[in-house]
C-alpha cells in the first residue's frame, strides 16, 4: 500500500503526540504512582528511567521501523516483511483484543469518579470511600460507564486518521499536561507536602538496586510505552517519510516520563500531607485519593479536575488499542473504516460485558483457582504473556531476522539522517533488551 492512498498524521509534532497518548494511561498516572510508592520512591522512579531507555525505547523503534516500512495495520506489516512472521502481528491484534475486554471497563471507573464528584454522593454519603467503591462495582452503573467510554473511544475512531485520531491528541494531550500542571501547583500549598517531595525525588540506593525492584520497573516501563501489542506498529503506519523515528521515540518516552513524575509530584504530597501511607497499592487513586480531596476547599471540584485527568489519559489510550482492531478488520478483511470501527466496538461491549458478568472457579488437572473473573483473564494474559511476547519476538524480528540495513535506513532515513546511534541500538535490540523481556516473562509466569 502506497503512502500516497493512505492516511497519515499531519506533521511531526502530531505524531509524537498520537504516539505519547498511547503510551501515556491508566499506566502512568494510575499505576506508577502506587508501584513507586510501594518500591521506595525515588528509588523505583531512578530505575524507572534507565528501563526506558534501555527496553522501551529500542522496542518501540523496532515497532516504528515495521510500521513506518510497510504502511499496513500489524498483521499486513509484518506479513509484508516475512510472510512466516505474520503470526507476530496477529499476536498484537489478540493483545488488543483481549485489553479491550478490561481496559474500558478500568476506564469507566474514571467516568464514576468525575460524575460523581461533581453530582453524586461522592462527598456526601456516610459510606467510606471503600464502601462506596465496593457498591459502584456491584451496580448497573459500571457497565453503563464502560459502554459510554466505549462509545466515546467510537466517536473518535470513527472520523478517521486525521480528523479523528490526530485531532483529538492534539487537544487532549496538552489538556493532559495542563491539568496535571495545576493540580501539582495546587499540592505543592499542602502543609506537610515537602516530606512527599523527599520520598519521591530523594532515591534509597538500598531499595534502587534491590531484585524486585528492577524487575518491576522492567515491567512498568515496557508496559507503559505501549509497545507490543500493534499499537506502535499501527501508528507508524501512518508516519511520513520524513519523520525523524528516533526522535519521535525518545520524545514519546520523555514525554511518557514526564507525567509519570508529574502525577508523582500531585500524588505523593497529597497523600503525605493528609498522613496517609504513599504503599497503598492500586487503591491509590480510587479510594485514597478521595480522602484527600474531602479536606480540601472545593473537594468536589478539585476530585472532578483529577478524574478529568484520569478520563483524558484513559481515552488517549483507548483510541491506540481501538485502532489496532480497527486497521486489522478494514485492511485484512476489505471492510469500510465505518464497518470495521462498528465490529470493534461491538466485540469490545461484548468482552466487557463478559467481564462484568462472569466470575468462576478452576478445578482441573490438579489446577485449584476461585473467584477467577475475565477481567483477570484478560489482564494476565495480556501484561504477562501477549505484551512481552511481542516485544521480544519483534527485537528477534528486527535485530536478527531482518537485515541491519532495513533498521539502519528507517533511523536514517534512507541517509538524509546521520544516526550516530545506530550501532548501540542494534547491539541493544540483539542482546541487552531480549534479556531482559525473558527476565520479565518467566518471572511473570512464576518460573523463578
Same mark, same amino acid.
Given at each position: 500500500?502506497?503512502?500516497?492512498?493512505?492516511?497519515?498524521?499531519?506533521?511531526?509534532?502530531?505524531?509524537?503526540?498520537?504516539?505519547?497518548?498511547?503510551?501515556?494511561?491508566?499506566?502512568?498516572?494510575?499505576?506508577?504512582?502506587?508501584?513507586?510508592?510501594?518500591?521506595?520512591?525515588?528509588?523505583?522512579?531512578?530505575?524507572?528511567?534507565?528501563?526506558?531507555?534501555?527496553?522501551?525505547?529500542?522496542?518501540?523503534?523496532?515497532?516504528?521501523?515495521?510500521?513506518?516500512?510497510?504502511?499496513?495495520?500489524?498483521?499486513?506489516?509484518?506479513?509484508?516483511?516475512?510472510?512466516?512472521?505474520?503470526?507476530?502481528?496477529?499476536?498484537? *491484534?489478540?493483545?488488543?483484543?483481549?485489553? &479491550?475486554?478490561?481496559?474500558?471497563?478500568?476506564?469507566?471507573?474514571?467516568? #464514576?469518579?468525575?460524575?460523581? &464528584?461533581?453530582?453524586?454522593?461522592?462527598?456526601?454519603?456516610?459510606?467510606?470511600?471503600?464502601?462506596?467503591?465496593?457498591?459502584?462495582?456491584?451496580?448497573?452503573?459500571?457497565?453503563?460507564?464502560?459502554?459510554?467510554?466505549?462509545?466515546?473511544?467510537?466517536?473518535?475512531? *470513527?472520523?478517521?486518521? #486525521?480528523?479523528? %485520531?490526530?485531532?483529538?491528541?492534539?487537544?487532549?494531550?496538552?489538556?493532559?499536561?495542563?491539568?496535571?500542571?495545576?493540580?501539582?501547583?495546587?499540592?505543592?500549598?499542602?502543609?506537610?507536602?515537602?516530606?512527599?517531595?523527599?520520598?519521591?525525588?530523594?532515591?534509597?540506593?538500598?531499595?534502587?538496586?534491590?531484585?524486585?525492584?528492577?524487575?518491576?520497573?522492567?515491567?512498568?516501563?515496557?508496559?507503559?510505552? &505501549?509497545?507490543?501489542?500493534?499499537?506502535?506498529?499501527?501508528?507508524?503506519?501512518?508516519?511520513?517519510?520524513?519523520?525523524?523515528?528516533?526522535?519521535?521515540?525518545?520524545?514519546?518516552?520523555?514525554?511518557?516520563?514526564? *507525567?509519570?513524575?508529574?502525577?508523582?509530584?500531585?500524588?505523593?504530597?497529597?497523600?503525605?500531607?493528609?498522613?496517609?501511607?504513599?504503599?497503598?497499592?492500586?487503591?491509590?487513586?480510587? %479510594?485514597?485519593?478521595? #480522602?484527600?480531596?474531602?479536606?480540601?476547599?472545593?473537594?468536589?471540584?478539585?476530585?472532578?479536575?483529577?478524574?478529568?485527568?484520569?478520563?483524558?489519559?484513559?481515552?488517549?489510550?483507548?483510541?491506540?488499542?481501538?485502532?489496532?482492531?480497527?486497521?486489522?478488520?478494514?485492511?485484512?478483511?476489505?471492510?469500510?473504516?465505518?464497518?470495521?470501527?462498528?465490529?470493534?466496538?461491538?466485540?469490545?461491549?461484548?468482552?466487557?460485558?463478559?467481564?462484568?458478568?462472569?466470575?468462576?472457579?478452576?478445578?482441573?488437572?490438579?489446577?485449584?483457582?476461585?473467584?477467577? &473473573?475475565?477481567?483477570?483473564?484478560?489482564?494476565?494474559?495480556?501484561?504477562?504473556?501477549?505484551?512481552?511476547?511481542?516485544?521480544?519476538?519483534?527485537?528477534?524480528?528486527?535485530?536478527?531476522?531482518?537485515?541491519?540495513?532495513?533498521?539502519?535506513?528507517?533511523?536514517?532515513?534512507?541517509?538524509?539522517?546521520?544516526?550516530?546511534?545506530?550501532?548501540?541500538?542494534?547491539?541493544?535490540?540483539?542482546?541487552?533488551?531480549?534479556?531482559?523481556?525473558?527476565? %520479565?516473562?518467566?518471572?511473570?509466569?512464576?518460573?523463578?
Amino acid at each position: 500500500m502506497s503512502e500516497l492512498k493512505r492516511a497519515s498524521f499531519g506533521g511531526k509534532i502530531s505524531a509524537i503526540l498520537v504516539a505519547a497518548g498511547s503510551a501515556i494511561g491508566l499506566g502512568s498516572i494510575w499505576r506508577f504512582p502506587y508501584m513507586a510508592g510501594e518500591y521506595g520512591g525515588a528509588a523505583f522512579l531512578l530505575v524507572y528511567l534507565l528501563c526506558v531507555f534501555v527496553v522501551g525505547i529500542p522496542v518501540m523503534l523496532a515497532e516504528f521501523s515495521v510500521g513506518r516500512n510497510t504502511h499496513m495495520n500489524a498483521v499486513g506489516g509484518f506479513r509484508s516483511l516475512s510472510r512466516p512472521w505474520r503470526w507476530l502481528g496477529y499476536n498484537g *491484534v489478540l493483545g488488543a483484543l483481549f485489553i &479491550s475486554g478490561y481496559y474500558y471497563v478500568v476506564a469507566g471507573w474514571s467516568l #464514576e469518579y468525575l460524575v460523581s &464528584s461533581l453530582f453524586g454522593p461522592l462527598y456526601s454519603s456516610s459510606e467510606s470511600f471503600t464502601d462506596q467503591f465496593a457498591a459502584f462495582q456491584l451496580s448497573p452503573r459500571q457497565a453503563i460507564y464502560t459502554v459510554i467510554f466505549i462509545l466515546l473511544t467510537h466517536l473518535i475512531i *470513527v472520523r478517521g486518521v #486525521e480528523k479523528g %485520531i490526530e485531532k483529538a491528541s492534539k487537544v487532549m494531550m496538552p489538556a493532559l499536561f495542563i491539568i496535571l500542571i495545576v493540580m501539582a501547583v495546587r499540592v505543592a500549598f499542602m502543609p506537610n507536602a515537602a516530606e512527599g517531595y523527599r520520598f519521591f525525588l530523594s532515591p534509597d540506593f538500598s531499595k534502587a538496586f534491590a531484585p524486585e525492584t528492577i524487575f518491576t520497573a522492567i515491567g512498568q516501563a515496557f508496559f507503559s510505552l &505501549s509497545v507490543g501489542m500493534g499499537c506502535m506498529v499501527t501508528y507508524a503506519s501512518y508516519f511520513k517519510s520524513d519523520n525523524n523515528l528516533t526522535g519521535t521515540s525518545m520524545s514519546v518516552a520523555l514525554l511518557t516520563l514526564l *507525567v509519570a513524575v508529574l502525577a508523582g509530584l500531585v500524588i505523593f504530597p497529597a497523600v503525605f500531607s493528609a498522613g496517609l501511607e504513599p504503599a497503598e497499592g492500586a487503591s491509590l487513586i480510587f %479510594i485514597t485519593l478521595p #480522602e484527600i480531596f474531602k479536606d480540601m476547599p472545593f473537594a468536589g471540584l478539585w476530585s472532578a479536575v483529577f478524574f478529568i485527568l484520569l478520563t483524558l489519559a484513559s481515552l488517549t489510550s483507548t483510541i491506540s488499542f481501538h485502532e489496532v482492531l480497527t486497521a486489522y478488520f478494514a485492511e485484512e478483511h476489505k471492510l469500510s473504516r465505518r464497518n470495521a470501527t462498528r465490529l470493534t466496538s461491538g466485540l469490545s461491549i461484548a468482552l466487557c460485558m463478559l467481564t462484568l458478568a462472569f466470575t468462576f472457579d478452576i478445578d482441573w488437572a490438579g489446577i485449584k483457582l476461585e473467584n477467577i &473473573s475475565f477481567f483477570e483473564i484478560f489482564d494476565y494474559t495480556t501484561a504477562n504473556i501477549l505484551m512481552p511476547l511481542g516485544g521480544l519476538l519483534t527485537c528477534i524480528f528486527v535485530g536478527w531476522v531482518m537485515k541491519p540495513s532495513f533498521l539502519k535506513n528507517e533511523m536514517t532515513n534512507y541517509g538524509s539522517l546521520r544516526g550516530r546511534a545506530f550501532g548501540l541500538l542494534l547491539f541493544t535490540l540483539r542482546y541487552v533488551t531480549p534479556l531482559l523481556i525473558i527476565y %520479565i516473562f518467566i518471572k511473570n509466569l512464576g518460573i523463578i
